[in-house]
Structures are given as structure tokens and as C-alpha cells.
């Protein structure tokens, strides 16, 4: 499984941005798909999962009610609608492919590049 993020930029606080996540590779479809986020200095922190149906997500508590994730298996792509951007949402934005379930971004195989967020106050 490959996997491309886009969507990443600048803006300002309280703005809006939707990330993208493109796969390819046949077996994307059994996947989970989970979002995290790493920021200079810090950890490479969970932000949210949705199952390989699209039917069950989780998210962070820090994103929770700003951020969803929706899916369009037809396409193999998975987004990330962010609202109500805040400064520390900046950061490089990953997507990654695994076994619903797993959150632990060392237990997780497929990793796209990143894309970068930044939010200006």
C-alpha cells in the first residue's frame, strides 16, 4: 500500500483545511486508516481513525468535534476535514494503514509522507 498525502498549508486561526490521503495498492480497502500529526519537538501524536468501511471513527480529545474523517472507498482516498483550526494543530499531517485498532504509530506499517499544516494566529 502507498500512500500520498495533499491539502496542507497556511492559515489563519479559526480557518479551515481538508487533507487528502490517496492510496493505492489493492489491499487498501482492508485497512483502517488513521491520521497523526507531529509538530517540531514534539512526538508524533494520534489524531484520529476510521475503519476500512467508513462506518467507525475515533479521534483525539484535543480534536475532537473540530476534526472528521470521511471516506470514499471508490476513489481510495480518506480525508481529514479540519474546523476551527487552532496554532497547535501546526504540524506535519500523516495518514497511515493498519489493522483497526491500532494507535501506536511504531505498530502501524503504511505511512504516507506528510503534508504540512500550519496555523497562524
Known amino acids: 500500500v502507498q500512500l500520498v498525502e495533499s491539502g496542507g498549508g497556511l492559515v489563519q486561526a479559526g480557518g479551515s483545511l481538508r487533507l487528502s490521503c490517496a492510496a493505492s495498492?489493492?489491499?487498501?480497502?482492508?485497512?483502517?486508516v488513521n491520521w497523526f500529526r507531529q509538530a517540531p519537538g514534539k512526538e508524533r501524536e494520534f489524531v484520529g481513525v476510521i475503519d476500512r468501511s467508513g462506518g467507525r471513527s475515533y479521534y483525539a480529545g484535543s480534536v475532537k468535534g473540530r476534526f472528521t474523517i470521511s471516506r470514499d472507498s471508490a476513489k481510495n482516498t480518506v480525508y481529514l476535514q479540519m474546523n476551527s483550526l487552532k496554532p497547535e494543530d501546526t504540524g506535519i499531517y500523516y495518514c497511515?494503514?493498519?489493522?483497526?485498532?491500532?494507535?501506536?504509530?511504531?505498530?502501524?506499517?503504511?505511512w504516507g509522507q506528510g503534508t504540512q499544516v500550519t496555523i497562524s494566529s
Open positions: 495498492g489493492r489491499t487498501f480497502s482492508s485497512y483502517a
Open positions: 497511515a494503514a493498519g489493522p483497526w485498532g491500532q494507535t501506536i504509530a511504531s505498530s502501524i506499517r503504511y
